[in-house]
């Protein structure tokens, strides 16, 4: 069972409080990697623009697909593993306004860390309220990788195409749905998580609606039709380009040595953290990371949430933890899995408002420090 806003009450006035929140949390964490990057000699903003992916996509942007490295291992790292909604989008900001590459692709992510926002508010307050819809926002804001929503990174964008094709499937725009998770395919290899839930959402609703009358149910089709086609058109584009077939796009990937394996390599490199003690501490951390996480899922499940979220987050999750390689980066490809946080949200909003501020404010400060530290340090590979 959902509840929606209230007819009066105007969308962006409804989402206020969770966007102010959200926006507080992010200053927070730019003004604490700022001074902390200052006292170590660097520049935050480089951190933030022109580091690591954010590279990748800005040379996309700048040059076209072809570039590629050749490690001394024999690896192949070619640009085309990078989906192409970002680098779009940065171009098109460079041609229109006197941006780089690097600029455009910060005020991307700041706008759509807004608009994610805004659509995990839309989901939350539509399933369990307004209240849980803020708390929602807060936490997803206050994650310990909250940084990575701020950087010219295209996790913020895809969080927002994401949020919003899910809403739109829960109050039964599939035209809409449809195009958003296109364009999630154009954004993410992840972006399978959310053709996957547009189309089991279809899927039930023609098994439980037989009487849906022929209009409706020609949307509903063209929304099932339309969510495939942004990574579809990618992945066959890339195995046409590297004459590698439907399936050249994998071997892209496995020259950066990604794949899936089930989890198997995870499991290895955390077995292998057991080998010393500062690892095993380590190890263990990862153990009860992944716990919580699996936890996590399994209140979503238990607590009834709507079909898409469930497959939604199921197959983020899925992806994030099977992955064969980068192991430091699954927190940031749980990013996107703002479901999971539902039960946390919940919870917390049944708590009185200065208890649930405390709780959120703390760990706001915890996750900033943590963030500095971390693009000061490794950051995200």
């Known amino acids: 069972m959902t509840r929606g806003a209230p007819p009066a009450a105007g969308p962006l006035r409804r989402a206020a409080p969770a966007l102010l929140g959200y926006a507080a949390v992010r200053v927070l964490g730019l003004l604490v990697l700022a001074l902390w990057s200052a006292g170590r000699g660097k520049s935050a903003y480089t951190l933030l623009t022109a580091r690591w992916d954010a590279l990748w996509y800005a040379r996309v942007a700048e040059r076209g697909y072809g570039y590629e490295v050749r490690l001394p291992n024999g690896d192949v790292h070619s640009n085309l593993a990078f989906f192409p909604l970002l680098p779009w989008l940065e171009r098109e900001l460079h041609a229109v306004f006197p941006l780089s590459y690097a600029d455009a692709g910060f005020v991307v992510s700041l706008l759509a860390s807004l608009a994610a926002a805004w659509g995990i508010f839309a989901v939350a307050d539509h399933v369990y309220g307004r209240r849980a819809g803020v708390c929602a926002v807060l936490l997803w804001a206050v994650l310990p990788v909250g940084i990575v929503q701020s950087m ?5 964008l895809f969080t927002a195409l994401a949020a919003w094709a899910l809403y ?4 039964g725009r599939w035209v809409t749905a449809g195009l958003l998770a296109s364009l999630c395919g154009l954004t993410r290899p992840v972006g399978l998580a959310v053709v996957a ?5 279809g899927v039930a609703a023609f098994a439980r609606d037989r009487e849906t009358g022929v209009r409706q149910a020609w949307r509903r089709v063209l929304g099932l039709l339309l969510a495939p086609l942004g990574a579809a058109g990618y992945v066959l584009w890339v195995g046409h380009r590297t004459g590698g077939g439907p399936l050249g796009y994998l071997d892209v990937q496995a020259g950066w040595r990604n794949g899936f394996d089930g989890g198997y390599a995870f499991a290895r490199f955390v077995a292998d953290k057991f080998t010393s003690f500062p690892g095993a501490l380590a190890g263990l951390g990862l153990i009860v990371g992944v716990g919580l996480v699996v936890w996590l899922y399994v209140v979503c499940v238990r607590q009834g949430q709507p079909l898409p979220l469930l497959v939604y987050a199921g197959v983020v999750t899925g992806l994030a933890l099977c992955a ?4 430091g980066s699954k927190p940031r490809l749980l990013l996107p899995g703002f479901p999971l946080l539902l039960p946390l949200a919940l919870a917390l909003s049944r708590l009185r408002t200065p208890r649930s501020a405390l709780v959120l404010g703390s760990v706001a400060v ?3 420090v943590y963030g500095a530290l971390w693009l000061n340090g490794s950051g995200p590979p």
């Open 197 to 201: 839930g547009v189309w089991a959402a």
């Open 366 to 368: 915890a996750s900033a």
């Open 152 to 156: 010219a990174y295209s996790e913020s």
């Open 168 to 171: 739109a499937v829960l109050t």
């Open 324 to 327: 064969s390689s980068y192991f």
